[in-house]
């Protein structure tokens, strides 16, 4: 069903549009309202893992419209229960109890935070440089770039920014050969000097992805949880990105061997794109009641039907594994680009998670490059996004995993066509 095109709609929205209508999706392309395909290379907005409508989660959908389209939260459902279950089950063994009263990742972050303060009874967290972890008020001021909270001044307190585990520019100008993790060490000193002296939790992406696709080096998520366990603080996994089969594992905990003792999740977990999150805790961490932590649509019913579907899709063994062997092949191919090309720096990633670094001549960021690139590849219909929103120097893909090899070749030629172009 398609409905009239507005005229002028610049005239009506709060904020800038992009030029580009999208009309139709399906698997890993969408077209817009001039017939052109695109390659969705950031599956919608790193939410669609299953790629525009997956036949089985929208026929699950489909079915429960006609069922039980909501219910409060004072009732339970059969796909609410059931998302609750399967999350336990395929989940780290530690995460026992599932919050799914949110329905997106800033407040599913929030969530984690209050339970956090409310079982610890402290009250800072710890977020890496560069780390993003949500838009509310609060997530605003524990984002870990500035320009994200510098217009609001008025914003949450309590945020300690340590620098994030970003080896090939290294904080400390460190080799991960030899630094013996010494970026873990040394928030000891933030905690000691910069910290209110009461630090509740840290939030980390395991692997930063607005922040650059950052993915930490061996031993660092391992080392961490030690030192958050030695000092009682709340490790929590903002698995937003990350998480049900991105890594080509099913969670980034999963992927680099370590269980937080929070983690939050959204995004993905519907496959298709609709509003839903969860908190997974640890069993000594319940206690925090329903009412102090709840959203109107959280638990949604028709998103937690959606979730089932993907959650049995995304589990098999056999998509996993897809998903490392598409995710090595694309991998592999941007990476030869380097050999041609000195505008392109550090390309790095797990899974179908990757991202492509421009330099400069002398080795710096050039965001300038990214963003003429990520243009470059707009005009050759592959929708990619450059880091930082925008103002990094990298190039951010997270295609659907639905992706095939052969697709996976065609951005990849059509990636060295537009960095050719420079
Ligand atoms: C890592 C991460 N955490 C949290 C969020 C916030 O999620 P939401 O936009 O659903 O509130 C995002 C959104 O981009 C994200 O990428």
Known sequence: MQSDAVADPSRY??????????VRGEGVRVWDSEGREYLDCISGTFNLLLGHGHPAVTAAVRDQLDELVFAGSAFQTDATNRVM????????????????RSSGGSTANEGAVKIAQLITGRRDVIVPFRGQVGQTLAMAGYNGLARMREPFPHRFPGAVHVPEPYCHRC????????????????????????SSGSVAAMIIEPVSGVGGNVVPPEGYLARLREFCDERGILLIFDEMQTAFGRTGHLFAADCFGVAP?????????????????AILTEERLTGMERSLHGFTFGG???????????????????????????????LERLRELRAGHPCVGDVRGVGLMLGVEFEDADGGRSPALANACNRALLARGVITRVSEHGRGNVIELRPPLVLTEEDAHLVADRFADAVAAL
């Open 13 to 22: 929205a709060y904020y800038e549009l992009g030029d580009i209508r999208l």
């Open 85 to 100: 279950e399967l999350l336990v089950q395929l989940s780290p063994p530690n995460l026992t109890r599932v919050n799914l």
């Open 171 to 194: 904080f400390y100008r460190q080799s991960p050969r030899d630094c013996g993790l010494l970026c873990v060490d040394r928030i000891e000193d933030f905690l000691t000097c910069a």
């Open 261 to 277: 003792h929070m983690m939050t999740v959204s995004k993905g977990l519907t496959g298709i794109g609709l509003p839903l999150a």
């Open 300 to 330: 949604h019913n028709l998103s937690a039907a959606a979730a089932v579907a993907t959650l049995e899709i995304v589990r098999q063994p056999e998509f996993l594994a897809g998903v490392r062997a598409t995710g090595a092949v694309l």
